[in-house]
C-alpha cells in the first residue's frame, strides 16, 4: 500500500509542477513568451513542447532504412534540382505535388541528426527548411513512413540516415 501511495505523491507533485509551468507568468526580463533554447538553439515553450511554427523533424525507419521526416512520419525529400544554399526551384505546379516543409526546424530531443537544419527564403517569402543546405519537401498523398516519392524523375530523394542518428534510450 505504501509503494502505490509514493507513487501517486509522485504523480501529483509531477502534476503541479506541470501546471505551474503552464500557468505561471514568465520570469524572463523582457517579459515575452516563456521559450527556452534547446540543445540545437530551437525555442521550446516552458514544458519543453516546440514553440508554434515549429517543424519537429525525426529519424524514422522506412522500407528503404533510416530517413528524414516530419513529426507526423511524412517522409522528406531533396530534389536534385535545388542547389547548396539557395532557394527552392520547386515552386508553383511542381509545389503543388511536392510541397515545401516549412517553418521553424527542430530536430527531435530523441535524435541527433549528423547534419544541420536552417531555413532559406522562398520566391513567396515562406520560411523554407533545409537540411546541410538543401531545401526540403514531402510528397503529397503519400502515407507515413512511405518513400514512394524516392527516385521520381530521377531526382527527388530521400534524406537517408543510421540508427545511430536515434538516441533515444542510448547512453
Known amino acids: 500500500m505504501r509503494k502505490s501511495g ?3 505523491a509522485a504523480g501529483l507533485g ?3 509542477l506541470l501546471l505551474t509551468a503552464c500557468g505561471g507568468s514568465s520570469s524572463s526580463s523582457t517579459g515575452g513568451s516563456s521559450s527556452t533554447p534547446t540543445a540545437a538553439g530551437q525555442p521550446t515553450s516552458a514544458i519543453g513542447l ?3 511554427g515549429t517543424t ?7 522500407d528503404l532504412g533510416f530517413v528524414l521526416a516530419e513529426a507526423n512520419g511524412q517522409v522528406v525529400y531533396t530534389y536534385g534540382n535545388d542547389k547548396k544554399g539557395g532557394p ?3 515552386t508553383a505546379s511542381c509545389a503543388a505535388v511536392w510541397p515545401a516543409v516549412t517553418g ?6 530523441a535524435d541527433t541528426l549528423p547534419g544541420r537544419l536552417a ?12 537540411y546541410n543546405g538543401y531545401p526540403l519537401y514531402t510528397f503529397k498523398g503519400a502515407k507515413p513512413l512511405s518513400t514512394v516519392g524516392n ?15 536515434i538516441t533515444f534510450g542510448q547512453g
Not at 519537429?56 to 522506412?62: E, G, N, W, Y
Open 151 to 165: 527516385g521520381v524523375g530521377g531526382v527527388w530523394h530521400v534524406v537517408r540516415l543510421s540508427a545511430s542518428d
Open 14 to 16: 509531477s502534476l503541479v
Open 6 to 8: 509514493w507513487a501517486a
Open 119 to 130: 531555413t532559406v527564403t522562398a520566391p513567396n517569402g515562406a520560411k523554407h527548411i533545409t
Open 88 to 90: 527552392p526551384t520547386c
Open 56 to 62: 519537429v523533424l525525426i529519424v524514422q525507419k522506412s
Open 50 to 52: 516546440p514553440s508554434p
Open 104 to 109: 521553424l526546424p527542430q530536430a527531435s530531443s
